[in-house]
């Protein structure tokens, strides 16, 4: 199975940006979508924004205009760029990748904003 790594997470302060990265141990073609979703204590995990083969991408509403997924083939990396962050947008960040036989999670990287 392709396995996938989240990084670019940390500490930033209110309107500020970061940009996550996921980077997949193999194609990012073997799965049919790849997503962000986030995460915190207490809740269930929900989503964030997603992007197929084709390049296509959406998003949840809390984050439309905000954030923007992206793909870069040849690194096999699905990246997503954060902007006017805010302290509600704390949490766990996750990776996911699907292929209609299984799903690939990462382990999450942690963003916290400051206000």
């Known amino acids: 199975q392709v396995q996938l790594v989240e990084s670019g997470g940390g500490l930033v302060q209110h309107g500020g940006s970061l940009r996550l990265s996921c980077a997949a141990s193999g194609s990012i073609f073997t799965f049919y979508v790849m997503g962000w979703y986030r995460q915190t204590p207490g809740k269930q995990r929900v989503f964030i924004a997603l992007?197929?083969?084709?390049?296509?991408?959406n998003y949840a509403d809390s984050v439309k205009g905000r954030f923007t997924i992206s793909r870069d083939n040849a690194k096999n990396t699905v990246y997503l760029q954060m902007n006017s962050l805010t302290p509600e947008d704390t949490a766990v960040y996750y990776c996911?990748?699907?292929?209609?036989?299984?799903?690939?999670w990462g382990q999450g990287t942690q963003v916290t904003v400051s206000s």
């Open positions: 992007i197929n083969s084709g390049g296509a991408a």
């Open positions: 996911c990748g699907k292929n209609g036989n299984y799903d690939s």
